[in-house]
């Protein structure tokens, strides 16, 4: 598995996919965890890549920080 991979997951007992976009090492367990964003076909959309800024990772992390995805 990889960045940018699309994966399903069941969640509140339905599949749903997802995009992995980081992975780290949880500390106390040493397990592999990936960082994952949920797809909704309703937000899915073509734009061009001009439009486009990139973020960094420690950015992207403060981004999810609350999210009830991570642990």
Do not use: W
Request: aromatic letters at 10%; charged letters at 15%.
């Amino acid at each position: 598995m990889k960045i940018g991979d699309i994966v399903t997951r069941k969640v509140a007992g339905e599949e749903a996919q997802f995009c992995v976009i980081g992975f780290y090492t949880d500390q106390q367990t040493n397990q592999r965890v990936a960082i994952v964003a949920m797809l909704d076909p309703n937000f899915v959309v073509q734009v061009s890549v001009q439009e486009l800024a990139p973020v960094t990772f420690k950015d992207l992390i403060a981004l999810t920080a609350n999210s009830f995805f991570m642990h």
